[in-house]
């Protein structure tokens, strides 16, 4: 079994923590005595989730837009000053672009790809040397349910998620083979109550009366409750688990696209 990974005193580093998701994990990290350096471009939702932390632990605040490389290639040195170095790094920023491929422009498929890979890619070459640095340190990074299957109308969003899961995968292979000390998680969340349906972006080109009813139909799969979510991720990186399933809509996704790699949407197109 592995050695649980003790949280007491760590400190992580976590993107989009503003609301959410982010929030969540900042939260349940905080809880077990991690000290928490917030990032988002949401200045407002990093005071809210500061002051629901309290003073427990150390928490920084820090404006970052991750589709900004220059601004992820300083943010090692600013969070070196603010908490003294890095243990856990949490890639959770992301956003979402509802339309079909045809329909996203490439302006839009490449701005989603900016801050759901990129970002994620970026803050890991620029974290790596301060988490090689610790005795023990982990890298999270947060695909979706949509890096398990690829439904129609979210080519984009896929595309980043299934990127997301192979990078993660392909590196912690990586770190494996020279036996280093920096462990990989990486999370499928499946419907978590977040604002990321009313927040999507809809390409130009879906007409306007479909416009709400895409962000209901994703709204309506948005089940569990952020606060478990970040419970269910923050037990994962305790373990160090290399996968983290949150919910059982991503359990049985995980399975059938087992079973079905290539049919799983003949039978979850007709369910959904």
């Known amino acids: 079994m592995t050695k649980r ?45 500061a002051r629901l932390i309290g003073n427990r ?41 509802g339309g079909t491929f045809e329909q996203a422009s490439e302006a839009d498929f490449d701005w989603l790809m900016r801050i759901n890979f990129d970002g994620v890619v970026r803050m890991t070459r620029a974290f790596l040397p301060l988490l090689k640095a610790r005795p023990e340190a982990q890298l999270v990074n947060v695909s979706s349910l949509f890096g398990l299957i690829a439904p129609p109308g979210q080519t984009a969003y896929s595309a980043a998620k299934f990127a997301v899961r ?71 990186i305790e373990r160090r688990r290399p996968r983290v399933l949150v919910g059982s809509d991503a359990k049985f996704a995980a399975t059938l696209e087992r079973l079905m790699p290539v049919g799983y949407w003949r039978l979850l197109g007709r369910a959904m």
């Open 57 to 97: 632990v150390t928490v920084t605040r820090h404006r970052l837009d991750v589709s900004n490389a220059d601004a992820i290639a300083a943010f090692p040195a600013t969070i070196e000053a603010a908490q003294g170095g890095v243990d856990i790094l949490v890639n959770n920023a992301g956003v979402a672009l």
């Open 166 to 236: 192979g990078f993660s995968e392909a590196l912690r292979n990586e770190l494996l083979a020279t036996r280093s000390s920096v462990g990989v998680t990486v999370i499928h969340p499946g419907g978590i109550r977040t604002g990321i349906a009313t927040s999507a972006r809809i390409a130009d080109a879906v007409p306007e009366k479909l416009r709400e009813k895409h962000r209901a139909r994703f709204d309506k799969a948005l089940k569990m409750a952020p606060e478990r979510a970040g419970e269910i991720i923050v037990e994962g």
């Open 5 to 49: 990974f003790a949280l007491d005193g760590k400190v992580a580093v976590i993107t989009g923590a503003a609301s959410g998701i982010g929030r969540a994990v900042a939260r349940s990290l905080a809880a077990r005595g991690c000290n928490v350096a917030l990032a988002d471009i949401d200045e407002a939702g990093l005071e809210e989730t």
